[in-house]
Structure formats: C-alpha cells, structure tokens
C-alpha cells in the first residue's frame, strides 16, 4: 500500500507538540528537533494500518542510542532506540490515540553546542490514513535537571535506562492530567552547568541550544525542582543565585510559580526563607519516602510515590 509521508513542518499544524520543539536542519535535512527529554507529540490517527516514525540515530557516536517511548490508546509505554527503531507499527484502521516521547539520551550527547539532540524527520501513514491534533490540557511547565528528566529511573545504562515516561514528572501529569514542558538537564543547577556542554538554568530556560533561542509557550504554572547539583557551592552564594533565579523565571514565565524542596533536602532551609519575600507556592518534600537508583534518582517505585505525592499537593495549586 502507497504511503503519505508527513514531513516536519507538516507534524508541527498536524500533531499537538507539547515541550520544547522547534523546525531545525540536521544533517541538511529538516527536522522537528528537542534537547529536552520528556518532549511530547500527541494525536489522533485512524483509516491506517500502520505508523511509521522516523528519527535520526542522532546521538554522540562514543555512546549509546537516544531512546523513544511509544504509548498508543493510554497503553503500556514502549521503548525503542533510534539504532533500532522498527520500519513501522501495525494497528487497527480504528482511531486511535498516539504519543511519542523523548525518554532517554546519554551524557555524552553534546545537545548545546554540537546538536546532538532528537531530530524527527518524519511520520508516515497508509495513504487512506488521517491524523489530527489533540485537544490541548492544562498546561505545566517544569524547571528541573535529571530527576525531573526521567535520567536512571530503571537502572544504571544510560538512556536505555532512562525514563522521562516512567519518572515522578510523567507520573504526576497522568494523575492531573496535564500537559507538561520540562526544561531540565542532567546535572545542571542554578549555578552549576549541565552535561552536554548545556548551561547553568538561567541561561538554558529560553533557549534550546547555543544558537536557538526559545520563547516560552503559555503555561498555567511553573513547577521549580532544581538546586541539588549546587550542594558545592556556599550556602550565601546558593542564596542569592536563587533568589535572581526565580525572580528570572516569574519575568520570564507570568504564570504562578511553584517551588519544590530537592527531593534529597539540599539547601532546604535556604529555599524556605527565599521564597518567604517571594509571590511563590513551597512543595515540602521532607518525609515522603523515596526510594532511589542510587540515593540520588527515584527509582521506578520512587518515581510513582514521589509523583503521587507531587500530584495531591498540585492538586490544589493549579
């Protein structure tokens, strides 16, 4: 059966993106393109016996695949690396419900300098097949680095370890049925640079790398989970790059501002006095009992009951 190939630029008016997307040359060729795990394209398809999904195998060469999560009809999440992806999927020509998320990279992956992000050159459907977006949610943005990124949720591989569909994020957008934009990389915090040659937050939340600048979308909320990668820096110094940190973000956002305390208490106190002057919502995170990867990353279980929690306090915020 003949096929319709829908490029990028047709992906953009005929999927919901949810995240952080922008049309990009990759390779010379162009792209819907992220460096943001969690990145989310949403929408309907039916009268097609298959869908194909073609990504770049995009990643620094020296490491692993980037991984993909395909969920259709609120099913089972499944993953595949771009090395691996397969020619296409087989489903019913009924509608259907189709999700793709960005879900696993690796620390090795230059995304700001030399882009190493995820670059979707296409979908395809049967030649009889339509596709359509979805209705748009409640919209959340959150701030983050590899916690909030979904990094090492099932293990200790990078990417396919990885998890930004499984993570406390992913569990708590479900639960509020959300839409969420994570802005979040590994290692990164306030101060302190990420991997992948990815700046310190206020310089990494409007742009997408070094040469793409990004204006943020409107959002219902901002959710703040940073700051465990600064345990090196001085208590003063932490201080007072938060306080212009967050004051950046409400500039930056005009959306009500949440802030959550580091799951691990880094600077706990200091967030607390912080935000006393400040038009801002404090998420306690004391005392819910996480369990962890490696006492730093929830772990799947960890993920579910931090993502719960999150999801009952939010509850009431947004």
């Known amino acids: 059966m003949k096929e319709q190939i829908i490029s990028a630029e047709e992906i953009m008016g005929k999927t919901t993106s949810i995240g952080r997307w922008v049309l990009k040359s990759i390779h010379g060729v162009e792209t819907l393109y992220s460096t943001n795990l969690g990145s989310l394209l949403r929408f309907n398809v039916k009268d097609t016996t298959m869908i194909g999904i073609n990504f770049f195998n995009n990643a620094n060469p020296f490491g692993p695949a980037q991984t993909i999560g395909i969920r259709i009809d609120n099913g089972v999440w ?31 992956d230059d995304v700001w300098n030399e882009q190493q992000g995820f670059a979707l050159i296409s979908l395809s459907l049967d030649s009889s097949g339509r596709i359509s977006p979805t209705e748009t949610r409640k919209n959340v943005t959150f701030i983050g680095d590899s916690i909030t990124a979904g990094c090492w949720v099932n293990g200790h591989k990078a990417s396919q370890d990885y998890a930004a569909d499984a993570n406390y994020t992913a569990i708590c957008a479900d639960l509020l049925n959300l839409d969420v934009c994570r802005i979040a990389y590994s290692a990164a915090g306030i101060i302190r640079p990420g991997t992948g040659n990815v700046p310190a937050a206020p310089d990494f939340i409007n742009n997408i790398d070094n040469d793409t600048p990004w204006q943020p979308d409107s959002t219902d909320a901002v959710v703040v989970n ?15 790059a938060l306080n212009n940190f967050l004051k950046r973000v409400q500039i930056s956002f005009n959306a009500p501002l949440i ?5 691990a208490q880094t ?12 038009d801002v919502q404090l998420v306690e995170t004391e005392g819910w009992r996480i369990s962890y990867t490696d006492q730093l990353h929830p772990n799947a279980a960890g993920s579910i009951t931090a993502g719960t929690k999150l999801a009952s306090v939010l509850k009431s915020m947004i």
Request: charged fraction near 20%.
């Open 78 to 108: 499944h993953h595949f690396q771009t090395n691996k992806m397969p020619k296409s999927f087989q489903i019913s020509t009924q509608s259907h419900l189709v999700e793709i998320m960005l879900v696993g990279n690796s620390d090795l």
């Open 267 to 278: 600077n706990a106190e200091t967030f607390r006095q912080v935000v006393k002057s400040m």
């Open 226 to 240: 940073i700051g465990v990668n600064d345990r090196q820096f001085s208590v003063k110094d932490f201080e007072v």
């Open 259 to 263: 802030v959550m305390i580091p799951f």
